[in-house]
């Protein structure tokens, strides 16, 4: 079946622009994740969704950053006067639950910002 | 606070011999732990996860990872490396409990000489 899925793939930003990234996760999954990968390092959770609550927004590393899934399904990730710092791979990942379910992952939006 | 420890950042073997990338974490309760490969420009996959089963786990494309609770190890081995092993690899650690974000470790890329 389908997997994960997110788009753009790749975007590119000018420094100060808000940019907008997609995440369709395996349908008829309740969990939905999103997490950040700089470059050569582990990815770093951002946030966490259970249907359409957003149960944890710790990682998220400023207001700038707002995640939203508004039906439980497909979820957008929105970042607001994007800086270069936030020049990263943007990961999504989905599971059928919380616990030992398996996070499954998408190929990621890799952001550059100039 | 969870973590993981992944020491150095590159290993390089022989096509054909033993592969062992070592994992430590760090948790004041037994945790779920997993490994992640990453080709380049996809997503990640998961090789295999230990949820307080068996210690030795085994997982897919030959790989296996024992937990080792005195030694807070979760270390991956294959007993011989295929170009095709060539990747990133990182190992997670998640809570037991409701909070499922993982947290990674910085990863290991893995090269294979013919």
């Known amino acids: 079946g389908a997997g994960v899925s997110q788009s753009p793939r790749y975007k590119v930003a000018k420094r100060g622009q808000d940019v907008a990234l997609r995440c369709d996760p395996i349908s008829g999954h309740v969990s939905l994740f999103w997490y950040q990968q700089a470059l050569g390092q582990g990815p770093e959770f951002l946030t966490y969704f259970q249907n359409e609550a957003q149960l944890d927004k710790s990682g998220l590393p400023s207001d700038r950053f707002f995640a939203e899934r508004p039906e439980g399904s497909v979820s957008t990730l929105k970042i607001q006067r994007t800086q270069q710092e936030d020049s990263a791979v943007y990961l999504c990942?989905?599971?059928?639950?919380?616990?030992?379910?398996?996070?499954?992952f998408g190929p990621g939006t890799r952001l550059t910002v100039l | 606070a969870q973590s993981v420890t992944q020491l150095g950042s590159h290993v390089s073997v022989s096509e054909g011999a033993l592969v062992l990338l070592r994992c430590n974490y760090s948790?004041?309760?037994?945790?779920?732990l997993f490994w992640y490969v990453q080709y380049p420009n996809q997503g990640l996959q998961l090789l295999l996860k230990?949820?307080?089963?068996?210690?030795l786990v085994k997982g897919i494309n030959g790989f296996e990872a024992e937990f080792k609770k005195s030694e807070t190890s979760f270390h991956l081995t294959k007993p011989s490396a295929h170009m095709s092993d060539a990747a990133e690899y990182f190992c997670a650690v998640r809570p037991t409990g409701a909070n499922s974000k993982l947290t990674f470790g910085k990863g290991i890329t893995l090269s294979v000489r013919p």
């Open positions: 948790s004041s309760v037994p945790p779920y």
């Open positions: 230990y949820t307080s089963a068996a210690t």
């Open positions: 990942a989905s599971s059928s639950g919380t616990g030992i379910h398996t996070q499954y």
